[in-house]
């Protein structure tokens, strides 16, 4: 069983940054792959990028690269996704969910139902 906890959430203006944190306890992420997905208010959850933590390699859909960035800390268990020039369409609740997946990064897992393990969420407000 693995658990995450988000962090980092709050209100940021537009044009500025912030960092999310996904601290995962209860087992080492050793060949998991661990993604984020945010989901805005009436909207459905969306996929946004992935890192396989064994060679810490990351996958990033195109709407978010260059402003999305995924980084780890090992002893840490956790892992970051820094988010830059925030826009007012990046508010939403961001997860963090981590399944078992040794394929990585043949293979990155990028749907909701192939996460088992999720966190609570956190919410980003980004003011205009």
């Known amino acids: 069983q693995v658990r995450l906890v988000e962090s980092g959430g709050g209100l940021v203006q537009a044009g500025g940054s912030l960092r999310l944190s996904c601290a995962a306890s209860?087992?080492?992420?050793?060949?998991?792959?661990v993604g984020w997905f945010r989901q805005a208010h009436g909207k459905d959850r969306e996929f946004l990028s992935v890192?396989?933590?064994?060679?810490?390699?990351?996958y990033f859909v195109e709407s978010v690269k260059g402003r999305f960035v995924l980084s780890r800390d090992n002893a840490q268990n956790t892992v970051y996704l820094q988010i830059s020039s925030v826009r007012p369409e990046d508010t939403a609740v961001y997860y963090c969910?981590?399944?078992?997946?040794?394929?990585?990064?043949?293979?990155?897992?990028?749907?909701?139902?192939?996460?088992?393990?999720w966190g609570q969420g956190t919410q980003v407000t980004v003011s205009s």
């Open positions: 969910a981590a399944r078992l997946y040794p394929l990585c990064p043949t293979r990155v897992p990028t749907t909701e139902t192939e996460y088992p393990y």
């Open positions: 209860g087992r080492t992420l050793s060949n998991y792959a």
């Open positions: 890192m396989c933590w064994n060679d810490g390699s990351t």
